[in-house]
């Protein structure tokens, strides 16, 4: 069965201020709780469509992302599972920034759609929504709290 | 119509939080004959053919309160992506292919939703300027003001 989330919040920051964070493929290791480190393989730029991130959770988990379409028109950028350790096939996600503009601030959603086993769809759909979306989403509103 | 060959694409985009859920704001605004109820600039507003207001296609007919009529298509209608599509058919304000589309996304952190709202239009060079802070402005950020208050924030 296909699960399809999302998850939203607003930052207090200008679009142009958070941007060129989250468009850097390999910054989640900055500003996201649960990575631990992470590099772009084979010395590619980060914001080269294609570009593979290899990462490891703080609990060791080891994972591979690879970035399938980036958009500075948009503010958005696309992403698919190459490896993880839990069963989450086709797992596509987008995280996609837009402008508040009668304030100074940045909508952010991030989806994703992805199908895990039956038997593991609630506790991996809870997993995917809370730890790894709601977690990042509170990081960057706490980070950028105060318009920077 | 306008009969010289020199045009400007213009677009606007205007956005705003609502400090309400995305399902009890769309109940509001998906009633394409509704502008009277929560914009604060239409006096009156009527469906053409009393055809539905939700049936698309359909054409609403409204006066605005400085007097100016304006005659609406709408073009899409989505209960899904809490969206409405429209163009503009006739208007006193000198755009010509003017579409036109109100989104709410919810704010999954909170109660609370987005709103963006945005058109593309054409008219004379000399006038773009003037008519996208006009309709971001006058039109669709007080609108969206109007909105805001109701569902108090």
């Known amino acids: ?148 | 119509m306008r009969n010289d060959e020199e045009a400007t694409l213009a677009k606007v985009y205007t956005s705003s939080t609502l400090d309400a859920p995305a399902g009890q704001v769309w109940a509001v605004i998906r009633d394409f004959n509704a502008l009277p109820a929560w914009t604060p600039f239409v006096a009156e507003s009527r469906i053409e053919q009393n055809q539905p207001s939700d049936k698309v296609g359909c054409i609403r007919n409204f006066t605005l309160k400085d007097g100016g009529r304006i005659r609406e298509r709408l073009l899409a209608l989505s209960d899904y992506d809490l969206s409405c599509t429209y163009s503009i058919l006739e208007s006193p304000m000198g755009v010509e292919n003017y579409v036109s589309t109100l989104k709410l996304t919810p704010i999954t952190d909170g109660d609370r939703c987005f709103a963006e709202w945005s058109a593309e239009f054409d008219c004379a060079p000399e006038r773009a300027q003037e008519l996208v802070a006009h309709i971001g402005t006058n039109v669709f950020l007080a609108a969206l003001q109007a909105l805001k208050s109701r569902f108090g924030s």
């Open chain 1, 1 to 148: 069965m296909a699960v399809r989330l999302a998850r939203s919040t607003v930052i207090e920051a200008p679009l142009d201020t958070v941007w060129p964070l989250l468009r850097d493929f390999n910054s989640h290791e900055i500003w996201h709780p649960a990575i631990g480190s992470s590099q772009i393989e084979a010395g590619e730029p980060a914001d080269e469509v294609g570009a593979v991130r290899a990462f490891t959770l703080k609990d060791g988990s080891v994972l591979r992302e690879q970035l399938i379409a980036l958009s500075d028109h948009d503010h958005s950028l696309t992403y698919c599972l190459l490896e993880a350790p839990i069963p989450l096939d086709d797992y596509v996600a987008t995280m996609r920034l837009k402008p508040v503009t009668d304030g100074d601030k940045t909508f952010v959603d991030w989806r994703s759609s992805f199908s895990p086993p039956a038997d593991r769809l609630l506790e991996l759909t809870r997993l995917v929504a809370e730890e790894v979306y709601e977690a990042g989403l509170a990081a960057l509103k706490a980070r950028f709290a105060g318009g920077r």
